[in-house]
Nanobody, 121 residues
């Protein structure tokens, strides 16, 4: 069984920063893409940022220049550094990963339980 556990959410004032982390644990062979999604109150879940195992990244237009995704493959961890936070960044943030349980097998999609980020004065 593979588990993704997020940490780092909380309450922050506009213009502030937070760093989210997500660690994968359990029995698996490899992790391909790791992503951060978010779901604002009353809205649909949206992709925030993604990173490949080799470190290639992409971002939603709404967070470009403010958020940075990174990963440590040795620790099976993905981070999201969020700077210049705005009230519209308020959401539950979810970690997502494409995991290979064994060599040359179909990648499986796993999700964390979510961590809440509130940007408010």
């Amino acid at each position: 069984q593979v588990q993704l556990v997020e940490s780092g959410g909380g309450l922050v004032q506009p213009g502030g920063s937070l760093r989210l982390s997500c660690t994968a644990s359990g029995s698996f062979f490899s992790i391909n893409f790791m992503r951060w999604y978010r779901q604002p109150p009353g809205k649909q879940r949206e992709l925030v940022a993604a990173i490949t195992s080799r470190g290639s990244t992409n971002y939603a237009d709404s967070v470009k220049g403010r958020f940075t995704i990174s990963r440590d493959n040795a620790k099976n961890t993905v981070n999201l550094q969020m700077n210049s936070l705005k009230p519209e960044d308020t959401a539950v943030y979810y970690c997502n990963a494409d995991v290979g349980l064994r060599p040359a097998t179909t990648l499986m999609d796993y999700w964390g339980q979510g961590t809440r980020v509130t940007v408010s004065s």
